[in-house]
Nanobody, 125 residues
Framework: QVQLVESGGGLVQPGGSLRLSCAASGFFLDYHAIGWFRQAPGKEREGISCISSSNGRTHYADSVKGRFTISRDNAKNTVYLQMNSLKPEDTAVYYC??????????????????WGQGTQVTVSS
């Protein structure tokens, strides 16, 4: 059974950092892409970062480019999202999801599934 479990969220002050983890089970990350998405109250879910676990190619939304870094550890079947210089507008529930890399252009946010339960990130002083 494919399962993704997010962890690492919490409360952090503006300018602070957090590292989120997305642990995969039931499948291997090879030949899959993992995407991080977030949904703030009253807003639609948005894709913020994704990585191909076959070649490590990454993609970021403009809203997080230069502040967030996605990485993978295929041996641990885990993908990470390092979030630096956090802003109040980064407050949201963060989710990870997966899709096959077959037919994926490396930047599309469509086709992702097997969503995790999410982890809350709150940026506030």
């Amino acid at each position: 059974q494919v399962q993704l479990v997010e962890s690492g969220g919490g409360l952090v002050q503006p300018g602070g950092s957090l590292r989120l983890s997305c642990a995969a089970s039931g499948f291997f990350l090879d030949y899959h892409a993992i995407g991080w998405f977030r949904q703030a109250p009253g807003k639609e879910r948005e894709g913020i970062s994704c990585i191909s676990s076959s070649n490590g190619r990454t993609h970021y939304a403009d809203s997080v480019k230069g502040r967030f870094t996605i990485s993978r550890d295929n041996a641990k079947n885990t993908v990470y999202l390092q979030m630096n210089s956090l802003k109040p507008e980064d407050t949201a529930v963060y989710y990870c999801a997966t899709r096959s890399i077959e037919g994926w252009d490396g930047s599309s946010w469509t086709g992702f599934g097997s969503w995790g339960q999410g982890t809350q990130v709150t940026v506030s002083s």
